[in-house]
């Protein structure tokens, strides 16, 4: 049974450039969440997808967005990239969105 | 406002010590308190949850205790080994809501 997965597992892009980051759900699961973890900081939520709908968003501006797809598979993109978005984004996935969350390997990203 | 505060931020100690790692929330109406394992770059591994009604959970050489009154909950690791060395987070979710609210974590070294 694979677990949480999420590509690519690093990623450099430069300032102004758009990304969009991967995430595969542990099976069984129908809720993705996604957090940015900061050097030396503990992960911060950004936002929460069930039934293909932001469900909860925490303090992120618009440029951070997303989608889940009909297989519960989720996307984070974010647009006009910022130094200060260089972070470890991580995925976790659920089996409601109130369930215990599990986390996927994350991807790097760093922006030049 | 919920916040989480882990201390020490860092903590290094010779193999085989017995050590302490503590957690303390703001709000004490909460649902679960949970202890990760994190690796440099890597994504989280769930150690533990306790849930609100539940004073310690136990994982081999991990115990977890939670005082919700006192908004405090400890990490205590027996006979710690050098693949020990790590950073440990702790979380609680925000309300009934599933995302996670997190401390900075504590990173720590087993010496050999």
């Known amino acids: 049974d694979a677990g949480v997965t999420q590509s690519p597992t690093h990623l450099i892009k430069t300032r102004g450039q758009q990304v969009t980051l991967r995430c595969s759900p542990k099976?069984?699961?129908?809720?993705v969440s996604w957090y940015q973890q900061a050097l030396g900081q503990g992960p911060q939520f950004i936002f929460q997808y069930y039934e293909e709908e932001e469900r909860q968003r925490g303090n992120f501006p618009d440029r951070f967005s997303g989608h889940q797809f009909p297989n519960y598979s989720s996307e984070l993109n974010v647009n006009a990239l910022l130094l200060g978005d260089s972070a470890l984004y991580l995925c976790?996935?659920?089996?409601?969105?109130?369930?215990?969350?599990?986390f996927g390997p994350g991807t790097r990203l760093t922006v030049l | 406002k919920q916040e989480v505060t882990q201390i020490p931020a860092a903590l290094s100690v010779p193999e085989g010590e017995n050590l302490v790692l503590n957690c303390s929330f703001t709000d004490s109406a909460i649902y679960n308190l949970q202890w990760f394992r994190q690796d440099p770059g890597k994504g989280l591994t769930s150690l533990l949850l306790i849930q609100s009604s539940q004073r310690e959970q136990t994982s081999g050489r991990l115990n977890a205790s939670l005082d919700k009154s006192s908004g405090r909950s400890t990490l205590y690791i027996a006979a710690s080994q050098p693949g020990d060395s790590a950073t440990y987070l702790c979380?609680?979710?925000?309300?009934?809501?599933?995302?996670?609210?997190f401390g900075k974590g504590t990173k720590l070294s087993v010496k050999p």
């Open positions: 976790a996935s659920s089996i409601r969105p109130a369930d215990t969350q599990y």
């Open positions: 979380a609680v979710p925000r309300g009934s809501q599933g995302n996670l609210i």
């Open positions: 099976s069984g699961h129908d809720t």
